[in-house]
């Protein structure tokens, strides 16, 4: 069963500027007014499904849930839970003990919400570009459920990456210039986040440029959606192979990493080419009067330089402290609190 009311929570970028807008006050409210424990849902529950490794993420839902006065529970498929099988029509006579239709089904008969982190493969791209596997959770789910990461899209993060500029320029958005610098990193990293945070900052109506190698472009049809937005907004984006002019007049400057469409076809030749550019850091130099911003986790000295991290423009922890905010609000609405 598939239902429509559920793919919102998914592919959250797609959702009207009335919801978008609304849940962005709502995160910056929470900011303003932490809540306390016994909040308005103490009979709903929240169960957590990771599939991939989570600090933030894990944590802030927990907490976001019991500042809602809400349980939640974090299932580790593969630790302490079956291991789950995803094909379809297949004969599970191998490792696999439980197929992703009846784990979903029967935690939709439980929970209230299904939070869920499900990464890109990074082996198989027809998987990873049509969200397929997420798409078989919410074919199976009876409950909302929540993006926590997915192949394409990090919605979570979107959503408190914005409250967080909101709040960093007071308000004065539209038009400051926002660069999402690649940078270097020992493994080819999905592009769930680069691709959230380039369309979360076009459609605050932010200039917007992508400072990335030849070879590391994003996915075209993300930068046509983001270009949609900065048009809406009269400005357009830019992408450029030269990070430090990117950089030179920028108000935000957000690190991450990611991997070459190669590492699909041909991961060998992909490392190859990303380690031609290990240059690819943000350094002291880059900042000028710039906030930096990362998604974290970081490795210091790799992405960024400590001095960077350790400065009074970084706020890439006030950025992790809006992921409970921006949570909050997402789980208000899932539930329909307001
Ligand atoms: N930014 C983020 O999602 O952090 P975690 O991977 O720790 O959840």
């Known amino acids: 069963m598939s239902n429509p009311e559920l793919q919102h929570l998914f592919d959250w970028h797609l959702e009207d500027d ?11 409210y929470h900011y303003r007014h932490p809540r306390p424990v016994h909040g308005p849902a103490p009979l709903r529950s929240l169960g957590l499904l990771f599939f991939n490794s989570s600090l933030r993420t894990r944590t802030s839902m927990e907490v976001a849930a019991a500042r809602l006065g809400a349980q939640a529970s974090v299932i580790i498929p593969g630790s302490g839970v079956w291991g789950m099988e995803w094909r379809d029509g297949v004969r599970m006579d191998g490792q696999s003990v439980e197929h992703i239709r009846e784990a979903i089904g029967v935690l939709s008969r439980y929970y209230d919400a299904l939070g869920v982190r499900l990464f890109a493969t990074g082996t198989d791209y027809a998987i990873d570009q049509s969200e397929a596997r997420f798409k078989k959770i919410l074919e199976a789910a009876t409950v909302p459920v929540i993006n926590l990461e997915s192949a394409l899209y990090h919605p979570c993060q ?16 539209k038009g400051r ?11 080819a990293l999905a592009h769930a986040v680069p691709n959230s945070a380039l369309l979360m900052a076009a459609r605050l109506g932010m200039q917007v440029t992508v400072a990335r190698p030849k070879g590391f472009e994003l996915d075209p049809e993300m930068i046509r959606l983001a270009e949609s937005y ?28 990611w991997g070459s469409q190669l590492r699909y076809d041909n991961p060998d030749a992909e490392k190859i080419l990303r380690d031609q550019y290990q240059s690819w850091q943000v350094q002291e130099r880059h900042m000028g009067n710039a906030a930096f911003m990362h998604c974290l986790p970081i490795r ?37 609190l307001l």
């Open 18 to 28: 009335q919801t978008w807008e609304s849940q962005l006050i709502r995160a910056r």
């Open 300 to 336: 210091r000295g790799v992405v960024a330089e400590d001095a960077v991290l350790d400065s009074a423009q970084a706020i890439h922890l006030l950025q992790s402290e809006f992921r409970l905010h921006a949570q909050i609000a997402i789980l208000e609405r899932a539930w329909n």
């Open 230 to 257: 900065t048009s809406k907004h009269g400005y357009s984006l830019t992408e450029t192979e030269d990070q430090d002019a990117a950089c030179e007049g920028a108000d935000i400057i957000y690190a991450k990493a």
């Open 177 to 187: 210039r926002f660069v999402l610098s690649w940078t270097w990193h020992p493994r």
């Open 158 to 173: 979107a959503l408190a990456d914005a409250a967080t500029i909101q709040e960093h320029l007071q308000d004065e958005v």
